[in-house]
């Protein structure tokens, strides 16, 4: 157990048990290294395949398992599937990154696992960093996924902390007067796909402009714009610099960039750069947010849904300072309340509203 002090008071808070299914044996040593790193997170096993971990999991029940999908004997997705359907358990895929690892990956999510990392890769100092950082984020958050019983019918349904200022500094920009063209921005972190592909599919084709962060390995935002694209009735595609946000568009962030809307005269358009983790993540909702108060003002809409952290709460603050639009997720619809939650706690979401009830809230602010 790990001691936090609390109002004056030590609380006991029990560590994020973690079990590691991968047929790699380095790659089990590896995330065994890099999570045992964590006081916050205990490796209680490994398995080289799903029989093994199966076994495992009957004597000591995990907190989260992290999964790889191409294993021998039985694969990765027919494991999750058994997992979701018999006793749920939080459950992380480890993929390599690569685009058919993304498009299997995406089927795992869609089947009820709460999140995806990359499997671990020779780097330098910074990334080996950045790359713990984000894995053991990524187990805890899951620690707190709120995972739902996988229906067999609903399987074919369809699936060093730094602010906002080390990409872009506080301040008015051109684009505070209100004007006809109207922009929605979004961010969304654990359980965010999901709830991404419900709201955008509610959209009209007439829907302005949309730019969405989503906290995801680089890749896999390329797949997921194109499985969205082709379920949805406005357009998706990842974003590239310069690239215009336009009426029945929208826009994912690519993942390891950062993304910032910007304003030419009547043109919005978006500016993809590297740059530091910010509020731990990159892209980052936070980066996004502020360049939205920055450069649309009132015109914007801003949305903050499911993820752990407050990723994107100090700019949605910021938006709605700026005479923006904004909401927050609620409580009930959210997989990890934690980013919604640290919007409301700063006041700066104006409206709480249930996932079916965004996409039709941002169409109708966007037309007022």
């Known amino acids: 157990m790990s001691l936090e002090i609390s109002t004056g008071r030590i609380v006991e ?19 065994t290294g890099v999570l045992s790193t964590d006081p916050q997170i205990e ?18 029940v995990p907190d989260v398992i992290t999964l790889d999908v191409e294993m021998p004997r039985m ?11 018999q006793y749920p358990i939080p459950v992380v895929i480890c993929s390599a990154l690569t685009e058919q690892g993304a498009e299997t990956t995406f089927r795992a999510l869609e089947y009820g696992a709460v999140d995806v990392i990359c499997k671990p890769r020779v780097g330098s100092k910074q990334y080996l960093e950045e790359s713990r950082i984000r894995l053991c984020d990524t187990v805890k958050a899951a620690s707190r996924a709120r995972v739902r019983k996988l229906e067999p019918s609903s399987e074919q349904q369809y699936a060093a902390r730094l602010t906002a200022d080390a990409m872009l500094t506080k301040g008015r920009g051109p684009a505070l007067i209100r004007t006809t063209d109207k ?24 829907t302005p402009g949309v730019v969405i962060v989503q906290h995801m390995p680089e890749h896999f935002t390329s797949v997921f714009a194109k499985r969205l694209n082709d379920l949805c009735r406005v357009s998706v595609k ?51 947010f502020r360049s939205a108060a920055r450069f649309a003002g009132s015109n914007a809409v801003g949305v903050i849904m499911t993820g752990m952290g407050d990723d994107g709460a100090q700019g949605l ?24 939650r640290a919007a409301i706690k700063l006041n700066a979401a104006s409206r709480v509203l249930p996932l079916k009830a965004i996409a039709d809230t941002v169409v109708k602010a966007c037309l007022a």
Do not use: W
């Open 13 to 31: 808070r029990r560590k994020v048990r973690v079990l590691i299914v991968d047929d790699s044996a380095l790659v089990r040593r590896t995330l």
């Open 43 to 60: 490796v209680i096993g490994t398995a080289a395949d799903p029989y093994i971990a199966a076994r495992k999991i009957r004597t000591r």
């Open 75 to 85: 694969d990765g997705l027919t494991f999750l599937k058994k997992i979701m359907t």
């Open 183 to 206: 922009v929605a921005v979004m961010g969304a972190s654990t359980g965010g796909t999901e709830a991404i592909k419900q709201l955008l599919l509610s959209l009209p084709p007439d």
């Open 238 to 288: 990842e974003a590239t610099d310069g690239d215009t946000v336009r009426t029945g568009r929208v826009l994912i962030a690519p993942g390891n960039r950062h993304t910032l809307l910007r304003r030419s005269g009547a043109r919005y358009y978006v500016e993809v750069r590297e740059g530091p983790l910010v509020s731990r993540h990159r892209p980052s909702v936070d980066v996004l």
């Open 317 to 340: 603050l910021e938006m709605k300072d700026a005479g923006a639009v904004t909401i927050a997720q609620d409580e009930v619809t959210c997989i990890v309340f934690g980013m919604p």
